[in-house]
């Protein structure tokens, strides 16, 4: 079946750039995305990016899509203490909208 | 982007009882979702709302122990029945608007079941 795999820890200093990586399985997804939890809340949309894309820029979010190796990754530049979280990688089932296989996290800590 | 409301936002409840979560949308939505997380876990969606009929359930939930209305496009609610310390968990609703590709998440219903 369909799965996502995200490593689970990740550690930066405070100004450093942070990838997240991701594998996924499903080679007909349609769209990728990344969202982000903050301890005690929902899920934010952070960015997503359309199967057909390899590259998608949004501020200081960078999402790369590999689609031949099914690897998806998310570059945060700048990285502040705010951005201290779980990032969930998350991939749609076909072309099913609103069905997603979610990753299990990483959880993002930056250090001042 | 859409503004869901969910309530309650956590509660605490016995096993053998049940609750139901409410999520409100502040404008039409074509479909809505269920997700559950678990403890430390990921996402695992739950099912489908329907509008005007039965919701459509994902492999492993089943309508007796997970019941969802859906009356209208603005609304839906989920029942978690009889409950058990394994259904501890945040239960999210989440909406996609008509001709997009975001899913958009509520804040979440943290459920607690001793």
Known sequence: GEDVEQSLFLSVREGDSSVINCTYTDSSSTYLYWYKQEPGA???LL?????????KQDQRLTVLLNKK????????????TGDSAIYFCAE???NQGGKLIFGQGTELSVKP | SAVISQKPSRDICQRGTSLTIQCQVDSQVTMMFWYRQQPGQSLTLIATANQGSEATYESGFVIDKFPISRPNLTFSTLTVSNMSPEDSSIYLCSVMTGGSEKLFFGSGTQLSVL
């Open chain 1, 42 to 44: 929902g899920l934010q």
């Open chain 1, 47 to 55: 960015t997503y990016i359309f199967s057909n894309m390899d590259m």
């Open chain 1, 69 to 80: 190796d099914k690897h998806l990754s998310l570059r945060i530049a700048d990285t502040q």
């Open chain 1, 92 to 94: 749609s089932i076909g």
